[in-house]
């Protein structure tokens, strides 16, 4: 029989056993006789049919899939799977004794799974006992203190994107009750989640579990005070190759926000603390700021801010204090200029190294708009700032922590800080750590570093998600210097706001007496032009970025398309090219001029014949080169949705191709969903 019974038949023993007790209690409700046998009747059947099941579906699910894994160091790994799991779904909607006191709806799945997998040489079958479905309860709805209680078991695919799929059970449980009424509602919410995932040549289990308390009192007049705070713990043991990657993350998040509204001001404040303990190491950041704002005049804005910044982990220490004086001006509405004068005091320790970094200076700011009439409208922005910077260190190293970056789309991030010595730690927004080699690649052979994202990953990172990143660098010696930065943009927009045209010009610069001093002085011009008409959107632009610590030029290119070919047919098409040249510099290792260029193509097209039948089409290919790192991926999908009736017919056919740094995987997926609705 099943391969791995034990967790599957103790999982369905319990809920089994859940539903038993569930329905014990249930049946010794008393129920009361009404005075006419009618009455009695049509109340006795509203009683049986509160607590009887309603057959809502029968579902069949066939799934097909090949995969094959090589490697040039290790030759070729193919895997053949096939699943049956014929289920039905039993629904249940109802109340105990009365609406108000506890309402409940049941949607179990049972069903039961049939698979086949494993080499072709070694297919081995398992049978087991599948309980999907979900529960919710709701207690006392009506009252300020009401209750829910939820329940949640599913076994499927989980598409990431159009490239990263797996097969995924999981199974969730969790309540969240609280005060609404009163001048601070207050919500208290738990949840904890298994989840078992299997893709391609890895394997991963996990558990969250999280505690979340939050509060928020609004007083009028757009004043509002907000706490929360949240408790998690992250295990995760994963399995990719054979190679075995264990985490264990647990963290607790608090913050308050409080705005505080005056006749003519307003004062923010922001609280943070973030403690996280993750494989044997811990962090503690906390960030505070306040933001005072005063209207002068209808046309002169003040303000001041402060902010505070404490992070401390395996050895290593950093406070930072920030403020800012400003004065903004509107003169009309087309100009507003600005000034402020700025602070800061750094003290950071790392294994016995110091650093005190002060820094002061003005920033100026002009921005400017001008409409040039019905045909179009130029927009100037304008900022410039002077910094005086006096740093004593003592030692040879200091810690950059939770440097935060945006994932671009070609997944390549390049590190602020040049001469880097370690990478203490790379996590998700959340603090949960990333894999090297499954989540990223490290390249050292340029400075600064590099980080690679490699979106098939365990932690399936994608574009825009956001990652921390902790690590060391040589520190500079004792001095001082000064920094003179410049900002200045043009853009003309055009054809009632269709199209635009804009240069961009950022230009830093660092004088320093000591020559021992590895500043990064920058001159970067921009220039594109963006359109937007009818269903197409198109961006380019032309970057020529020159500094000390790393230079480049390229194009970077955009385009999407969505048309209607006929009155039942549309097709979408998403484009994005780069063509990147890294000239050597000083700090680099390269002696010549290295290439990254980086091409994404996805089509999307969608028939819908009649209102009951679709076919869905995707063709997608990704190709980037440059600093060793190849990769292709390519991903062919196709699907045809039937319903007759209550009837549903589902088709799909996957393929998808991925080579990278000497490792290529194919994988062909095909799946056949039928269902009947009642």
């Known amino acids: 029989m099943a391969t791995k019974p034990t967790r599957s038949l103790f999982r369905l023993a319990r809920c089994c056993g859940n539903c038993l007790a569930a329905a014990l209690v249930l049946a010794a409700i008393p129920r009361a006789r009404a005075q006419y046998i009618d009455l009695w009747e049509a109340q006795q059947e509203t009683e049986r049919s509160r607590w009887l099941p309603q057959l809502k579906y029968i579902n069949t ?90 329940y949640d078991h599913n076994y499927g695919e989980v598409k990431y994107d159009i490239f990263n799929t797996e097969i995924v059970d999981s199974q969730s449980y969790g309540m969240t009750t609280g005060y609404r009424d009163g001048p601070v509602p207050v919500t208290l919410s738990f949840q904890q989640t298994h989840e078992d995932s299997t893709g391609f040549n890895q394997t991963a289990s996990m558990d969250q579990t999280l505690l979340d308390l939050h509060a928020r009192n609004e007083r009028g007049q757009n004043t509002v005070t907000d706490v929360s705070y949240e408790s998690g713990m992250f295990n995760r043991d994963l399995n990719a190759g054979g190679v075995e990657y264990p985490s264990d993350t647990s963290y607790q998040r608090a913050s308050i926000f409080d705005k505080e509204q005056f006749d003519q001001s307003s004062l923010r404040s922001t609280f943070l603390l973030y403690d996280v303990d993750t494989a044997g190491s811990s962090s503690v950041n906390v960030n505070a700021t306040e933001n005072y704002y005063l209207n002068i005049t209808p046309k002169l804005l003040n303000y001041d801010n402060y902010a505070f910044s404490y992070y401390s982990g395996d050895g290593a220490r950093a406070v930072q204090h920030f403020a800012t004086m400003g004065i903004q001006h509107t003169l009309f509405e087309s100009l507003v200029s600005g000034v402020e004068a700025r602070g800061s005091v750094l003290n950071s320790q790392t294994d016995g190294n110091t650093l005190d970094l002060d ?64 990478i203490v730690s790379i996590t998700d927004a959340n603090g949960v750590p990333l894999i090297a080699g499954s989540d990223y690649s490290l390249i050292t052979t340029t400075d600064p570093w590099q980080i690679q994202i490699l979106f098939t990953g365990t932690s399936h990172l994608q574009t825009g998600r956001v990652i921390l990143v902790t690590y060391t660098i040589e520190t500079n ?121 980086f091409y994404s193509f996805m089509v999307r097209h969608e028939w819908r014949p009649n209102p009951h039948v679709s076919v869905n089409g995707e063709l997608g290919y990704l190709v ?32 998808d191709t991925q080579s990278l740094v000497g490792e290529r995987m194919l994988r062909d997926y095909a799946f056949i969903r039928l269902r009947r609705n009642f």
Do not use: C
């Not at 590190?415 to 370690?422: A, F, G, K």
């Not at 943009?489 to 000591?514: C, G, M, P």
């Not at 980037?624 to 056919?653: C, I, K, P, S, T």
């Open 477 to 597: 010696p004792s001095g001082t210097y000064r920094t003179f930065a410049s900002q200045s943009q043009i853009t003309l927009r055009f054809w009632k706001e269709r199209a635009d045209v804009f240069a961009h010009y950022d230009y830093t610069q660092n004088h320093t007496d000591s020559p021992d001093f590895i500043l990064d002085n920058v001159r970067e011009v921009q220039v594109g032009a963006d359109l937007n008409w009818l269903n197409a959107n198109l961006h380019a632009d032309y970057t020529d970025h020159r500094s000390d610590f790393y230079s480049y030029y390229g194009w970077n290119l955009l385009e999407n398309y969505s048309f209607v070919v006929d009155a039942d047919s549309t097709i979408s098409i998403d484009l994005a090219q780069q063509f990147l040249t890294y000239p050597p510099t000083t700090l680099s290792s390269y002696e010549q001029n290295q290439h990254l260029s």
């Open 359 to 422: 820094t002061l200076g003005p920033t100026g700011t002009l921005d400017y708009t001008k409409k040039l009439g019905d045909w179009g409208r130029l927009i100037i922005d304008n900022s410039g700032s002077y910094t005086w910077n006096k740093q004593d260190a003592t030692g040879s190293t200091s810690l950059v922590p939770n440097e935060s970056h945006s994932v671009p789309l070609n997944g390549l991030i390049r590190l602020s800080q040049p001469r880097d010595l370690s």
């Open 624 to 655: 980037q080169r440059g600093f060793g790192f190849n990769e292709d991926l390519l991903a062919a999908r196709a699907y045809l949705n039937w319903q007759m009736g209550r009837a549903e017919v589902h088709l799909g056919y996957e393929h």
């Open 61 to 150: 699910d066939i799934e097909l899939e090949k995969d094959s894994f090589s490697s040039s160091l290790g030759g070729r790994q193919p895997l053949e799977r096939l699943y049956v799991l014929p289920s039905f779904g039993l629904q249940w909607d109802g109340y105990v004794y009365h609406p108000y006191l506890l309402t409940y709806s049941a949607l179990f799945e049972p069903g039961y799974l049939i698979r086949l997998e494993g080499p072709p040489n070694a297919i081995v079958r398992s049978d087991e006992l599948m309980l999907n479905g979900k529960f919710s309860a709701n207690l006392l709805s009506i009252k300020p203190y009401a209750t829910t209680l939820t």
